[in-house]
T-cell receptor, first 117, second 109 residues
Framework: KAGVTQTPRYLIKTRGQQVTLSCSPI?????VSWYQQTPGQGLQFLFEYFSETQRNKGNFPGRFSGRQFSNSRSEMNVSTLELGDSALYLC????????????????FGSGTQLSVL | TQLLEQSPQFLSIQEGENLTVYCNSS?????LQWYRQEPGEGPVLLVT?????EVKKLKRLTFQFGDARKDSSLHITAAQPGDTGLYLCAGAQIYDMRFGAGTRLTVKP
């Protein structure tokens, strides 16, 4: 059974540009959630999509957005990149929604390492 | 300030030693999860604890959820180099998923 696949693995952008990251969940999983991981702030929840609808959103500015397609694949977009957006972006898939109880077993991808210069 | 405070932040021990890492909060969580993350990889779920006072064992790892569901601990018996990694606790707050900053464990052979 294939795991969660994130592409690209590494990405280098400059300030002001936008970027789109992709996440393919485990087959059959309908929930995809996104996270930002930095040395300073640790792992932070960005948002969750379930059946093509955004169900929950963390405390991030509107520059961070996402969507989910009918095959459950998800994309995350960050517009007007800032230096502070440099981070490892992780996605995770699960059968059911992550929130509100976090009882679902999350399967994480290896992440996309984004560097903003 | 982290909603979930993990301690210690760093831990370096010799193979065969025992250790305990802690995850504390002033908030109540409906459940807590523990993950281990290795460099260049995403976190891997170790366990989910749901009931206050619950104890779960996974081979040499013992997880406990506090009675008030505000804190949790992870105890490793006879640590091995393969246990090296970043240990993260995580909990749901209705519409937000929160993670601790992690404990970076190094087990030396």
């Amino acid at each position: 059974k294939a795991g969660v696949t994130q592409t690209p693995r590494y990405l280098i952008k400059t300030r002001g540009q936008q970027v789109t990251l992709s996440c393919s969940p485990i087959s059959g999983h309908r929930s995809v959630s996104w996270y930002q991981q930095t040395p300073g702030q640790g792992l932070q929840f960005l948002f969750e999509y379930f059946s093509e609808t955004q169900r929950n959103k963390g405390n991030f500015p509107g520059r961070f957005s996402g969507r989910q397609f009918s095959n459950s694949r998800s994309e995350m977009n960050v517009s007007t990149l800032e230096l502070g957006d440099s981070a490892l972006y992780l996605c995770a898939s699960s059968w059911g929604t992550v929130l509100p109880t976090s009882n679902e077993k999350l399967f994480f991808g290896s992440g996309t390492q984004l560097s903003v210069l | 300030t982290q909603l979930l405070e993990q301690s210690p932040q760093f831990l370096s021990i010799q193979e065969g030693e025992n250790l305990t890492v802690y995850c504390n909060s002033s908030s109540v969580f409906s459940s807590l999860q523990w993950y281990r993350q290795e460099p260049g990889e995403g976190p891997v779920l170790l366990v989910t604890v749901v009931t206050g006072g619950e104890v779960k064992k996974l081979k040499r790892l013992t997880f406990q959820f506090g009675d008030a569901r505000k804190d949790s601990s992870l105890h490793i018996t006879a640590a091995q180099p393969g246990d090296t990694g970043l240990y993260l606790c995580a909990g749901a707050q209705i519409y937000d998923m929160r993670f601790g900053a992690g404990t970076r464990l190094t087990v030396k052979p």
